[in-house]
């Protein structure tokens, strides 16, 4: 018969019952400051008591966590960099408003029901929601640093090798993504967030004006102009993963070059930036562009492609087939992510890297490792893209 005696909690006993992520382990000894008492766990709790017992513990309460910074704040949410008296481990606090009388509230409550069914490597870790009366917080994983900022510290030249592995977890995070149906649809560096070991992760699933997954800045802006394909500026609605696969070829020249490729500040200069490089459409490039109202009033001139090499000499033979894969103007003709991980390209990664689980970092395969960054001083931007890329982020 059970012996059914109270005995102390070990961690050991918690994460096994709880099922609580790696990253998020309690530490040996923090329960030691807890009066819990348990009968021996031999089976994992149900859903209704593993509830009880991760609040018991301190999830979904606030007094969980210390604030020490601000982020940046926005229209409906303020975003504070935190610690967690649970794991000692920091955290990025995005404290969401509910008294705003615009519908924030429910876009972040639908936000949190696709974000936490989306448990990969290559995409921030939402740890634990705590809903009061005046605000809704969401407690995510911190990564200090996103990659304009690792650009901007890099002197805008990023190892070669580097932006190798970057870009391939980008496109890693993105395929899982779109094997579930989610779409990112706001891809620019701002969100792509990274850490010290150089792990690289999706942040911001807002697709609208509330924001989930905090980042450096925050503001009610749809989608960033730059990074946005010249089917949905010419007004597309039919949104395939293809929006995606644009923006991720966008990024991958301003890697490369530590430049943005098409820095428009209206829509109609943002299509004539890229028709000027990728030339302009026509009913034999594009059917049934001719027929597209907003493209006719634009009267673009007619411009020929001109190679991408020519605008990113760092560039080898296999990046440039890789990014004029990506950077097709119609949506149907872009690459996948899933074709664009099997490119030619990434052949120097080997087959292993493939073969991962969603949830294990590249970094696991002794294979696989960041080169040094050279620190070179910082090149400035040029003034007009310096105000237009802060307007973009700030709103």
Partial sequence: MRNNAAR??????????????ADIRLPEGYLEKLALSSPPFDKPLSRRLRRVSLSEIGFGKL????????LGEGTYATVYKGRSKLTENLVALKEIRLEHEEGAPCTAIREVSLLKDLKHANIVTLHDIIHTERTLTLVFEYLDKDLKQYLDDCGNLINLHNIKLFLYQLLR???????RKVLHRDLKPQNLLINEKGELKLADFGLARAKSIPTKTYSNEVVTLWYRPPDILLGSTEYSTQIDMWGVGCIFYEMVTGRPLFPGSTVEEQLHFIFRILGTPTEDTWPGILSNEEFKSYNYPKYY???IQKHAARLDSGGANLISKLLQLEGRKRISAEEAMRHLYFQELGERIHKLPDTTSIFALKEIGLEPEVKLRP??????IQSRRLSLVLG
Avoid at 8 to 21: A, M, Q, W
Avoid at 173 to 179: D, F, K, P, T
């Fill in 173 to 179: 995070g993105l395929s899982y993504c779109h094997r």
């Fill in 379 to 384: 090149v400035p931007e040029p003034v007009h």
């Fill in 305 to 307: 492609p001109d190679p």
């Fill in 63 to 70: 007094e969980t966590y210390v604030k020490l910074d601000k």
């Fill in 8 to 21: 102390k909690i070990s961690t050991e006993d918690v994460n096994k019952r709880l099922s609580l992520p």
